[in-house]
Structure formats: C-alpha cells, structure tokens
C-alpha cells in the first residue's frame, strides 16, 4: 500500500470530486455513458468553419452530424438537467449563418424548452474588412422538462438600488429587492464596472489572457463556472462532449462538481491534464471570477493616437 506524501492529502481535500478527460470521438464516448449521469451538458461545438480540429463540410452535413450527437447528449441528461450550446457563425463566401438559430431547431425537435438565449458580448476578436467585425457569441440554456435545477442565489449580481421600496399595493413601503442581490440579466457583456451595471464581464481568451493555451478558440473558465453554480449542485456530474483543453472540467473542480470532457485532439488532452494537475497543485492561472476587465489610462502610450496618423487630420 502507497502512503500519500502530507501534500497530496492536502490537495486531494481542495478538490476532492471525480473528473476525467476522455481522448477518443465523441459520438462514440457517449454511446458507452448510461442514461440520466448528468446534471448539466455544456460545450461549445465545433463551429464548422476551418479549424485545425475541424474538417469543413457542408453546413447541412455539419448540423446532420451534430444533431446524431445531440440526441445522444439528451439521453445522458437527467430530467432535472440542462444543456448549455454556446456557439457563434457559422461563415460561408462571406455570408453569416447564426448556429444558435440552426441548432434551436434541432433542440426543440427533440422536445427540450429553452430557457435563455443569453449573449456574451466580448470586445475584442478578429476585425472584419466587409461587414462589421463580431463581437458576441450566444450560449442556448435548454432544459429537458420544467423541473430543473436553477440556483439563482450563487449568481446573483448586487442591486444597483438596494433600498428601493415598493411604493404601492399590499407591499407599499417594504424593501421591493431581494438581499442576496438581483437576477443578472441575460447579456454577459464587458464592461468596466460589470457589477455596478449588473452584467457579467467575461472577457475572450486571446494572447493577454492568463488562461490562454495553443487552442484557437478556447472558452474561458469564467463563462463554464457561472453556468455550472447556477444549473449543478455540489457534487452534480457535469459534461463537455467537446472539452478542448478542459476549462469545463477545471471550472468544475473549483466549485466542487464531478465532470467528464471528451476530446478527439491528443495534444488538447495532455494540455487539459497538465492544467488539471497545475490547479490541484495550485500553480494554474485562472482569471478572477468577479475581475474587471483592465481599462488603460489616458496618459497610457497604447491609449493615445500614434504620431504616424496626426498628418491625416490635418488640412491640405
């Protein structure tokens, strides 16, 4: 018998849920999964649009393939569970497809009632030259019947006017607010103070953020934590088919959740497991939760109109 060195004990009380990469397609690790495991599916799926882990079909192909792997995903959720699909456009020729408005169809097909359509609005990305350049992505919350679990206090955002009183009715002059704060809104946007304008501020993950990897679209932590407090109890079992370098299964771990991430890349896997390892050990770079996104100053050299373009502005 093996004795644990005081350190490994130590981390194992940190983090004492089960989590799991699975190298291997996705299609196929589900089908082995047995019904109702989990409490909550959320991913973001391919987005069929030239990846290096993607191989680019048609857009009817695209959407016959991941409907086979939805309906495996419905099958492995509990009755009080929910799916969370975040996706973005799907470009063709310069033409936009919105996935989220092909992939609800598909949802409601199989009989799952959407919640939200919540919008995550980021302010960086690639810049379009034709039209303007996108700057937000939308995760659809389905659930599979009207009995789910929904803990709204965990991630509740404070009230901009705590006092206020009903001023009217039965209730007239009683505190109107509730003091665990108030029901964010639907549009997790970044903004400076997220807070004081009661949206969720989740940035990107491009080449400044700390959690950045060689993935080329990663999702960061943050955006997996705020839906698994609000959809997964302690200890629930969670599930991302498409978990990349595994910012589900992490997010997962810190809130004290069990999870599963399927993965076809290897070299995603082994990145996914050496951050698994760098959170137990206490090493790993997350971004804060609750952190405002950094606003330079005025005086800052990258916030001021470089000299090369003064000559434009002035008159000939």
């Known amino acids: 018998?093996?004795?644990?060195?005081?350190?490994?004990?130590?981390?194992?009380?940190?983090?004492?849920?089960?989590?799991?990469?699975?190298?291997?397609?996705?299609?196929?690790?589900?089908?082995?999964?047995?019904?109702?495991?989990?409490?909550?599916?959320?991913?973001?799926?391919?987005?069929?649009?030239?990846?290096?882990?993607?191989?680019?079909?048609?857009?009817?192909?695209?959407?016959?393939?991941?409907?086979?792997?939805?309906?495996?995903?419905v099958r492995v959720t509990n009755n009080k569970g929910s799916i969370c699909w975040q996706v973005g456009n799907y470009v063709e020729k310069g033409e936009i497809f919105p996935l989220d408005i092909f992939y609800y169809q598909i949802f409601k097909k199989i009989g799952l009632k959407l919640r939200n359509r919540i919008i995550w609005h980021f302010g960086h990305g690639l810049h379009a030259r034709n039209r303007f350049s996108g700057r937000y992505e939308t995760i659809?919350?389905?659930?599979?019947?009207?009995?789910?679990?929904?803990?709204?206090?965990?991630?509740?955002?404070?009230?901009?006017?705590?006092?206020?009183?009903?001023?009217?009715?039965?209730?007239?002059?009683?505190?109107?607010g509730n003091p665990n704060g108030k029901n964010p809104s639907d549009i997790w946007e970044i903004v400076v103070k997220d807070w004081e304008n009661e949206l969720w501020n989740i940035p990107n993950v491009k080449s400044n953020h700390p959690e950045k990897t060689?993935?080329?679209?990663q999702f960061p932590v943050e955006l997996a934590e705020r839906c698994i407090l609000a959809l997964t109890n302690k200890d629930s079992w969670v599930l991302d088919p498409f978990a990349g370098v595994g910012s589900t299964i992490i997010a997962s771990l810190k809130n004290?959740?069990?999870?599963?991430?399927?993965?076809?890349?290897?070299?995603?896997?082994?990145?996914?497991?050496?951050?698994?390892?760098?959170?137990?050990?206490?090493?790993?770079?997350?971004?804060?939760?609750?952190?405002?996104?950094?606003?330079?100053?005025?005086?800052?050299?990258?916030?001021?109109?470089?000299?090369?373009?003064?000559?434009?502005?002035?008159?000939?």
């Open 1 to 73: 018998m093996t004795v644990k060195e005081p350190i490994s004990e130590f981390l194992d009380y940190l983090y004492p849920n089960k989590s799991e990469m699975i190298l291997g397609d996705t299609l196929n690790q589900l089908k082995k999964f047995e019904n109702d495991k989990f409490d909550l599916v959320i991913t973001s799926p391919p987005y069929n649009v030239g990846k290096e882990y993607e191989t680019k079909t048609s857009i009817e192909k695209y959407l016959q393939i991941q409907e086979e792997i939805i309906q495996e995903l």
């Open 140 to 176: 659809l919350w389905f659930t599979k019947t009207d009995d789910y679990i929904f803990n709204l206090d965990d991630v509740r955002v404070p009230s901009k006017y705590p006092g206020k009183r009903y001023f009217k009715g039965p209730k007239k002059g009683q505190i109107s």
């Open 214 to 217: 060689i993935h080329p679209a």
């Open 256 to 316: 004290y959740r069990n999870s599963i991430g399927i993965e076809k890349e290897q070299d995603y896997v082994k990145i996914a497991e050496t951050r698994i390892e760098s959170l137990k050990e206490g090493n790993l770079k997350l971004r804060p939760i609750n952190k405002p996104i950094h606003q330079p100053k005025p005086n800052d050299k990258i916030a001021q109109k470089p000299k090369e373009w003064s000559n434009l502005y002035k008159e000939t």
